[in-house]
């Protein structure tokens, strides 16, 4: 009985994890970068729920991509994890550092979509944009 008792407390452990992560994608106002020692700019205006419903993301590995061998895998997502886990704020290796990875992904997107900023002022607002 014990045993049962704290695997279904495991198991609703990582479920309120899960949620929890989940819902502050959700509230999320702005790129978190406070992995930057001295960042150059203020953090990137970003509402995480807003941004998908305009540009009808429904999959969350569309942003949230997982690499293998240099190639994409569709059907795996990193939505759990912090960008600056892969990305380091140098480059490494064959990984663009943490600031391409974030522009080639929002920037790149904005180009192939044609809709959508590109330019620095336009999502590094201080108005919005961090502390």
Do not use: W
């Not at 609703?12 to 700019?41: C, G, K, T, W, Y």
């Not at 140098?90 to 990875?101: G, I, N, R, Y």
Request: negative net charge.
């Amino acid at each position: 009985m014990r045993k049962h008792g704290l695997g279904l407390l495991t198991v609703l452990l990582l479920m309120i994890f899960f949620l929890v992560a989940a819902h502050s994608q959700e509230e999320m106002i702005s790129v978190d970068n406070s992995i930057f020692p001295n960042p150059e700019r203020v953090a990137s205006v970003f509402e995480h729920e807003a941004h998908n419903e305009a540009a009808e993301i429904d999959e969350c590995n569309e942003c949230h991509h997982v690499y293998e061998d240099g190639v994409k895998l569709e059907d795996e997502s990193s939505e759990d994890m912090l960008c600056s886990d892969c990305h380091q704020i140098e480059v490494s290796d064959d990984q663009p550092s943490l600031m391409q990875a974030f522009h080639a992904n929002c920037k790149g997107c904005h180009r192939s979509e044609k809709k959508g900023p590109v330019m620095c002022g336009e999502c590094h607002r201080k108005e919005r944009g961090g502390d």
